[in-house]
């Protein structure tokens, strides 16, 4: 068995006489132009030609459209059942023909190769057994999810699979949370570096529960290129720690390997040949080459385009549609509390719409200045709130793609979680109650599929729907207004000099 690292999160894996790729991102970028992959892959051919594609969850980093255009369309590709519809239209739509939608805990087999899926919501651990070895690849899907549902998947994968070869995790954050939402007591930066070592702290937690021989830490792989944003590059924690970290925190008898992969680095067996030049660099040196390697895409990146009073009118159209069609996910006080404004950077004029809930309608006013009573100010761009308006998952684009800044005025709208409500109410996503008007007989074939985890999951749901992500697990607003030494006591981390771990 031969397993190569590609990029982001794609791993390819020669077994069996077949090529296997994960969730290929292997060329362009993702969310409008805002992701960038970094490092780049060195040779993507293997995965074009690949016989199976095996893609984890629909975000754009891992179900990638110009990707997926490049890949022979022979290939088998698995996606995981969910309650929303629409996957088979779509990938038929690309030409391929041989598509299967994985049910969770059920095994496929596909020549010698067995494939299971485990989904929870619409993200999903993936499970490969070949000539005797077992790789589990939990990407996405642990990372940030609320400690009881970690836990049951946990508890799944150690019960059918005792024995694990390769672990692939991911390991870092990808998302608007909590390096986007400002506040005037909070160190953006130190913030955003505990939250960096939240994630690899839950690796490692994971990687002990499992005990797998070789635990791979790989993604998120990429950059970001606006001006207001390429901080968020270098914040990451060192993967080069992992090790210390863990025999340090959790094992310090533990024998299980933890390689650091670049783009062309490769397995066979488990024997590890790191072939890639990057290994020359220290991995936190690596992101100040990002000048050099993408230095036209900066400048495109940070073009000021000004967005036409024509097109206002339509934009202010699909806000106050989306808006008021958003509403109905929130109980009204939670309603009543969302009164903000957008701040639009690409525009010449009237750059604040002003937002305000009436009896039955939000109201929204164009103009020069925010609102004095103004729960928290959201700044976009008005190019980038259209296009969320036109695309089913949008909203993708503005919180994962980090396209907006969050900033509170009052820690009582960070209890009540407002950034989450504002954001929402801007953005378009599908909604449950569509798809159960919809789609009712796949809704209710993906309930009895699921019964466990799905209950598990409308409990968190309707549990949240007053309080706004107040779930126990999950006290976001702890990570706006605690300090850095109450974050690793609630977080139970150890505290950690920094400046001394990336030296």
Known sequence: MRLEYISHSCFLIETGGLKIAFDPWITGSAYHGQWHLFPKSEDISQVEQADVILISHGHEDHLHHESLL??????????????????????????????????????????????????YSLESVIVIESEGFVIVNINDALNSNHETAVNYLLEKIKSRWTKIDYLLSGWSGAGYFPNKVHYKTKDDIEVAKIREQYFADNFCRFTKYLQPEI?????????????????????????????????????????????ITYPGDYFIGKEFFPVSNYHLIDDMELYKKVDEIFSEEIVIANQKIIFSEFKMIELLDKL??????????????????????????????????????????????????????????ITTKAELLLVNFGKMWGGDLMTIGYGIDVEVFEELS???????????????????KDDLKNNKRRVLKYYFKNPSLTNLWITQKLRLRPYVNKYPFNERDHWITFNKCELCKVCKLPELDFATLEK
């Open 414 to 432: 960070l209890e009540k979680n407002l950034d989450i409500v504002c954001v929402r109410l801007i953005s378009r996503y599908p909604m449950i």
């Open 70 to 119: 490049r890949i022979q369309k022979d290939a088998h590709i698995f996606f995981p059942f969910q309650w929303r519809d629409g996957i088979q239209e779509y990938l038929r739509h690309l030409n391929f023909q041989y598509i299967t939608e994985a049910v969770s805990f059920n095994t496929y087999t596909f020549g010698e190769i067995k494939i299971t899926y485990l989904g």
């Open 320 to 377: 106050y549609f989306w808006i008021n069609k958003n509403k109905t996910l929130y109980i009204d006080k939670v309603i009543e509390d969302a009164i903000f404004s957008i701040k639009l950077v690409d525009v010449e004029k009237n750059i604040f719409l002003n937002i305000s809930s009436s009896k039955n309608d939000f109201i929204i006013n164009r103009s020069n200045n925010s609102s004095k009573n103004d729960r928290l100010i």
């Open 215 to 259: 635990a791979i830490a790989f993604a998120p792989r990429f950059v970001l290129l606006n001006d207001e944003n390429r901080w968020i590059n270098e914040i990451k924690f060192p993967r080069s720690n992992v090790n210390t970290y863990y025999k340090e925190n959790f094992d310090p008898e533990s024998e299980i390997k933890f390689p």
